[in-house]
């Protein structure tokens, strides 16, 4: 008889991470799904999931979740979906100390670590390990700065890890996430002493929290959908880089034909941003001669 095979989500108690949860238990997998609270997760009960709450930012939390996968499955674990993130809606200038460590933490150094604990259940059912990426990795977009750097960050970190885990027969999947029609959103205040508290600024931060919605989102559904299509599809030595949601591969083609003053300039442009820069540039505009 052939062994169930066993799939950890990260981040399930909502939007992708909820999804996908559901449509692996649909496909017969062993599903375990992770998030710091259980109550959100209620629901994923009834599709035969198990539910079980971790910090991921905690490594005493890793290593007990990692010892109950490795003590019910005889070690295995087929896949690991690195799903959990924090947004960060803030200016690279002003971002405190505090809110640039918590989206690190959840975005980059989490992943990180839980892929190092689960290695050696990885590396027994030659399986595969999953980052839910970010258009935003690729873009320079005003005010995502430190949340497109954690995405930046994870992206290279898993086109390294593909290249060493190879040898050991675990396959590394980046999914460069373009909308998904979820409810995370970051609706932080701007600063009172902020250098952008300029007239018009609240223009382009509306556009910003508006943005996904206007970028034709993806149902979680069916992110979800194709995502576990991918899991099931690609092969060692395969694609890293998938991009899913909408507009991801837009963006993606964008990047990689269009100079980057140009796309800056356009950015700039479609979030409203223009007058706002130049209302900064008059107001701090020098009177040296």
Same mark, same amino acid.
């Given at each position: 008889?052939?062994?169930?095979?066993?799939?950890?989500?990260?981040?399930?108690?909502?939007?992708?991470?909820?999804?996908?949860?559901?449509?692996?238990?649909?496909?017969?997998?062993?599903?375990?799904?992770?998030?710091?609270?259980?109550?959100?997760?209620?629901?994923?009960?009834?599709?035969?999931?198990?539910?079980?709450?971790?910090?991921?930012?905690?490594?005493?939390?890793?290593?007990?979740?990692?010892?109950?996968?490795?003590?019910?499955?005889?070690?295995?674990?087929?896949?690991?979906?690195?799903?959990?993130?924090?947004?960060?809606?803030?200016?690279?200038?002003?971002?405190?100390?505090?809110?640039?460590?918590?989206?690190?933490?959840?975005?980059?150094?989490?992943?990180?670590?839980?892929?190092?604990?689960?290695?050696?259940?990885?590396?027994?059912?030659?399986?595969?390990?999953?980052?839910?990426?970010?258009?935003?990795?690729?873009?320079?977009?005003?005010?995502?700065?430190?949340?497109?750097?954690?995405?930046?960050?994870? %992206? =290279?970190?898993?086109?390294?890890? +593909?290249?060493?885990? @190879?040898?050991?027969? #675990?396959?590394? $999947?980046? &999914?460069?996430?373009?909308?998904?029609?979820?409810?995370?959103?970051?609706?932080?205040?701007?600063?009172?002493?902020?250098?952008?508290?300029?007239?018009?600024?609240?223009?382009?931060?509306?556009?910003?929290?508006?943005?996904?919605?206007?970028?034709?989102?993806?149902?979680?559904?069916?992110?979800?959908?194709?995502?576990?299509?991918?899991?099931?599809?690609?092969?060692?030595?395969?694609?890293?880089?998938?991009?899913?949601?909408?507009?991801?591969?837009?963006?993606? %083609? =964008?990047?990689?034909?269009?100079? +980057?003053?140009?796309? @800056?300039?356009?950015? #700039?442009?479609? $979030?409203? &941003?223009?007058?706002?820069?130049?209302?900064?540039?008059?107001?701090?505009?020098?009177?040296?001669?």
């Amino acid at each position: 008889m052939a062994r169930q095979k066993v799939v950890l989500v990260t981040g399930a108690s909502s939007g992708i991470g909820f999804a996908t949860a559901i449509e692996f238990a649909k496909r017969g997998y062993k599903v375990y799904a992770v998030a710091r609270r259980l109550e959100p997760m209620a629901p994923l009960k009834k599709h035969g999931i198990a539910t079980v709450t971790c910090d991921v930012t905690l490594v005493e939390d890793v290593v007990k979740l990692r010892d109950l996968i490795s003590l019910e499955n005889d070690g295995y674990l087929d896949i690991l979906y690195n799903n959990a993130g924090q947004p960060c809606t803030v200016s690279a200038i002003d971002a405190k100390d505090d809110v640039v460590a918590k989206c690190y933490e959840v975005n980059v150094f989490a992943p990180i670590r839980i892929t190092r604990e689960f290695t050696a259940l990885l590396i027994k059912a030659k399986g595969t390990v999953g980052f839910t990426g970010s258009v935003a990795g690729l873009i320079p977009v005003p005010f995502l700065s430190i949340y497109s750097s954690t995405k930046a960050a994870l %992206h =290279l970190y898993a086109a390294t890890l +593909r290249v060493e885990f @190879e040898p050991f027969g #675990v396959t590394v $999947l980046n &999914f460069v996430t373009g909308s998904v029609r979820t409810s995370i959103r970051d609706d932080r205040e701007l600063p009172e002493d902020s250098w952008f508290n300029v007239p018009g600024i609240e223009e382009p931060l509306g556009e910003l929290r508006g943005m996904s919605e206007r970028s034709k989102p993806v149902p979680a559904e069916q992110y979800a959908y194709k995502v576990v299509n991918d899991f099931e599809k690609e092969k060692l030595g395969g694609k890293l880089n998938l991009y899913r949601g909408g507009a991801a591969s837009l963006v993606g %083609h =964008l990047m990689w034909w269009c100079p +980057r003053f140009l796309a @800056e300039k356009l950015f #700039v442009r479609q $979030l409203k &941003f223009t007058k706002v820069f130049a209302n900064i540039r008059k107001k701090y505009a020098t009177t040296d001669a």
